[in-house]
């Protein structure tokens, strides 16, 4: 007898990363298809019965993630973070309590943040949001990585780049590493890329940082926008004098240290501007300046407009998005 499909719910929210479904949704087809047997029976859900769209205009019709069906994973997609909804938070606390497995891809794992499903734990999401996210959610391990997933505990997350990667963790999670070498192969992959490759940043695109020494003197900026770090002291602490450290960066980056470190923060606090409620002088003091005036004006030298005109246009960019809001 064939063993009963594991029935996987995705619950789509507006805005969702089509690439991630159609990844998350090939991967677990070819796993089917590899084993000749339906492992996996996939739908799509929502809030309510009717048609979703998808960040890039397409609908996918859904049925309401309200009806009473078992589920044994349900995994949330969603682009732009948006406002927690209640309903969403009692369904994921409610699947929770019947042992389902819960994740997101983009910025699904915000959901099962936002119903305290996540505190104290490691989850994944598109970079573009994680400023976002970890100011709204702090109890959660953002990483800046590719993917993450625990079957222990029922719990797994990835960026929308990402979700053929963990099809491919799940795979060899859930049934062996024989099972996964199989569907990388019939997925055309030589491998699956590790949970910790981080995503690319835009100052990194297009360029492999091999030089350890460069990786961890970026890393720490990365984790020092607030308040940076003087040039001497990142020498110091990766191990290597101040001259050796401006050589890597001109070698890799074509760019100075401090030059670099100055860029990180000014590109963190346009996502800032963009993304988040905090006042121009807040932004401008997360980002380790310490004053209005010398934001400003650093600000404007590098995007070539000033804080002030970077938030006003952002109700023009995002007035799209708001046509599907209820308030």
Request: aromatic residues 6%.
């Amino acid at each position: 007898m064939l063993p009963t499909p594991r029935a996987i719910g995705c619950l789509l929210l507006p805005g969702f990363p089509l690439r991630a479904l159609g990844a998350w949704a090939d991967g677990l087809t070819a796993l089917n298809a590899q084993q000749g047997q339906v492992l996996y029976a996939l739908s799509a859900l929502a809030l309510d019965e009717g048609a979703v769209a998808a960040s890039t205009g397409v609908s996918i019709q859904c049925r309401a993630a309200g009806a009473a069906d078992r589920w044994h994973t349900v995994v949330v997609l969603a682009g732009e973070p948006q406002a927690s909804d209640p309903r969403l938070t009692a369904l994921l606390q409610r699947w929770d309590q019947e042992g389902v497995l819960l994740g997101g891809l983009g910025s699904g794992a915000a959901a099962l943040a936002a119903a305290g499903l996540l505190d104290g734990h490691r989850a994944c999401a598109d970079w573009a949001w994680l400023d976002r996210l970890s100011a709204r959610h702090p109890g959660v391990a953002w990483s800046q990585g590719l993917w993450d997933l625990s079957v222990s505990r029922r719990r797994f997350s990835a960026a929308s780049s990402a979700a053929a990667d963990l099809v491919g963790a799940w795979a060899h999670q859930l049934h062996g590493e024989p099972v996964q070498q199989e569907w990388l192969l019939a997925m055309d992959l030589r491998q699956g890329r590790p949970a910790e490759d981080r995503q690319r940043r835009e100052h990194l695109e297009a360029r492999d940082v091999a030089n350890p020494k460069l990786a961890e003197a970026l890393a720490l900026m990365e984790a020092n926008l607030a308040e940076p770090l003087p040039t001497e002291e990142v020498a110091r602490l990766v191990g290597v004098s101040r001259r050796q450290l401006e050589r890597l960066f001109k070698q890799h980056l074509d760019s100075l240290p401090s030059r670099h470190y100055l860029a990180l923060r000014l590109d963190r606090a346009q996502r800032l501007l963009l993304q988040g409620t905090q006042s121009i002088l807040q932004v401008g003091l997360s980002c380790g300046f310490a004053s209005g005036p010398h934001f400003s004006n650093a600000y404007k030298a590098h995007h070539g407009h000033t804080p002030r005109e970077e938030r006003s246009r952002r109700s023009g960019w995002l007035a799209p998005a708001s046509l599907g809001d209820s308030t």
